[in-house]
């Protein structure tokens, strides 16, 4: 199975905004032609994650029960998956154990 979240054209145009926004550059840039938002909220949404122990990752300990950032990508038949923050190798998948 493959899930991709974001598409690498569609990161890299919202790095580019998140970039210039963080550079002071909210002046020039054209908001014209966005949509208004009307009554606006904040909510919280539900996002895919993923959540298992985790082995030689470089701030928790070995072992430790963790759950990832947003998932952004994965592709179990070779084993991989991005979150926002990082790359992880799968292991067994929970309820599977190795022989």
């Not at 899930?3 to 919202?14: G, K, N, V």
């Not at 949404?45 to 470089?58: I, K, M």
Request: one cysteine or more; charged letters at 20%.
């Amino acid at each position: 199975m493959k899930f991709t979240y974001l598409s690498a054209e569609d990161a890299q145009i919202l790095s580019a905004d998140l970039r210039s926004i963080e550079a002071g550059l909210t002046r020039i840039l054209s908001f014209a032609t966005a949509p208004v938002l009307e009554t606006h909220q904040m909510y919280s949404l539900r996002t895919a994650c993923l959540s298992g122990y985790v082995f030689g990752h470089p701030a928790l300990g070995d072992g430790r029960e963790i759950t990832t950032s947003q998932m952004m990508f994965t592709d179990t038949e070779v084993g991989i998956a991005r979150t926002l923050n990082r790359w992880y190798r799968l292991g067994h998948p929970a309820g599977i154990r190795s022989a």
